[in-house]
């Protein structure tokens, strides 16, 4: 390259070598997000809700589906004419998961009446 055209690339070149000189930037540390509000604040009221695992299935009998993911749980109940799925969560630190929502469909996936499908399934 010819000495003039040399000096305008290395001119150009300055403001992007000065980008470089700064070093690394340290990282710092985030905090941890807090503690979500404790499963009692979203309770509703309504049938099954507030019951452990043990008084459900005695009240329900032996579910189709019992998971555990984390503090959550989730049974499922079904019978043929509904299905109800319970999700079970701690009310707080240490404490026993109760029943915090629940969900009810007939075998088509239409939404049905939770409190009648409870019934439902106490009567197989």
Do not use: W
Not at 79 to 87: E, P
Not at 105 to 113: K, L, T
Request: aromatic share 4%.
């Amino acid at each position: 390259m010819k000495p003039s055209r040399l000096l305008p690339v290395a001119l150009l070149s300055l403001p992007l070598a000065a980008c470089g000189a700064g070093g690394v930037v340290p990282q710092t540390r985030q905090p941890a997000p807090p503690a979500g509000p404790p499963a009692s604040a979203f309770m509703k009221t309504g049938p099954l809700m507030g019951m452990d695992a043990r008084h459900l299935t005695q009240m329900l009998g032996t579910p189709r589906l019992d998971i555990r993911e984390s503090t959550m749980r989730k049974l499922q109940f079904a019978n043929g004419r509904c299905v109800l799925d319970a999700y079970l969560y701690p009310p707080g630190q240490g404490k026993e998961p109760v029943v915090t929502h629940v969900d009810a469909r007939a075998p088509s996936g239409a939404d049905v009446d939770p409190a009648g499908c409870a019934t439902s399934l106490q009567g197989r």
